[in-house]
């Protein structure tokens, strides 16, 4: 018993060891410091934001002198076309486009993964199917197929994560393979099949746990462009309108004519934050790639 504790105190501490020397990678690799910066920046601005400013998606009653108001010390970003003020819309905003992409990322992953490893390594028939299905969905046109099927589901945040995470795994699928199919040719793979065990349990047990890093730079990738995905969608009015988000602002924005009467802060600043976003997320996916891939970090 005693001898057994040791060795769970021995796994944890090497836990420890190996995530204190990821963490100082991290920081150390400049891309990855920039990402990590920006993703914490609105990572907390979703969470504490709409505590410390609430926004409301209607307004009655609000005089003309309110509507598009320029940045002033009341409005630092100024009002919209109901008098509303735009930073409290964009902090808001910012919750509903992040939960969204991760939520989105979450489905993606998790078919991928179980797609690509299971193709990977069982091979024959199973792999023919799976990859015939996965290049249907790499051959199809994205961003169309996404509208199409979220103008049929109808205008929920719930249906657009669905729509973009049932959508956007094949390409994740077809990485997750070609690792798979590398790894299952390991000796310690072969040694596992000798002894006698499962194909379920080589897989999820010793195949899974080495493509999870690039399980995880893979991700980091992919929530960027769910985030991009969901503001595009928001934008062609396929949006929740009952959850802001920077997609519904840029729509409202477009709607009211904002860019043609001069009102910039509507338009440009969710325009600005769907940028940094994405290429905070990008800028730490190639970053974790390059840490986590030995042959990148040779070069």
Not at 3 to 15: F, P, Q, S, T, V
Not at 51 to 75: D, Q, W
Request: charged content about 15%.
């Amino acid at each position: 018993m005693r001898k057994m504790n040791d060795k769970e105190l021995l796994r944890r501490n090497l836990r420890k060891m190996r995530a204190k020397q990821f963490l100082k990678e991290v920081w150390a690799n400049k891309m990855a410091r920039v990402g990590v910066i920006i993703i914490a920046f609105f990572t907390l601005m979703a969470i504490f934001g709409p505590i410390i400013m609430p926004f409301k998606t209607t307004s009655m009653g609000v005089s003309r002198e309110m509507v598009f108001n320029p940045p002033s010390l009341e409005h630092l970003l100024g009002t919209d076309n109901l008098g509303r003020d735009v930073l409290a819309y964009l902090v808001n905003g910012s919750r509903n486009s992040l939960f969204v992409g991760l939520t989105a990322t979450l489905i993606s992953m998790a078919l991928g993964t179980l797609i690509g490893v299971s193709s990977g390594y069982l091979g024959g028939w199973v792999d023919n199917i799976l990859m015939r299905i996965t290049d249907f969905f790499l051959v199809l046109p994205w961003l169309p197929f996404c509208m199409v099927l979220a103008a049929i589901l109808g205008n929920s945040i719930w249906n657009i994560i669905l729509v973009i995470g049932l959508t956007g795994w094949a390409g994740t699928a077809r990485v997750i393979r070609a690792q798979t199919l590398s790894v299952k040719e390991m000796q310690y793979v072969e040694r596992m099949r000798s002894v006698g065990a499962g194909k379920g349990h080589i897989m999820w047990k010793h195949i899974l746990p080495n493509v999870f890093p690039l399980i995880f730079a893979e991700a980091i990738l992919i929530v960027s462009s769910s985030i991009l995905t969901e503001t595009a969608l928001a934008f062609l009015g396929l949006g929740d309108p009952t959850n802001p988000s920077w997609g519904t602002m840029l729509n409202d924005a477009f709607a009211t004519d904002s860019m043609t009467i001069g009102a910039w802060w509507y338009f440009i600043t969710p325009g600005v934050c769907v940028i940094l976003v994405a290429l905070g997320f990008t800028l730490m996916g190639y970053a974790f790639d390059e840490i986590l891939n030995p042959k990148l970090k040779e070069r």
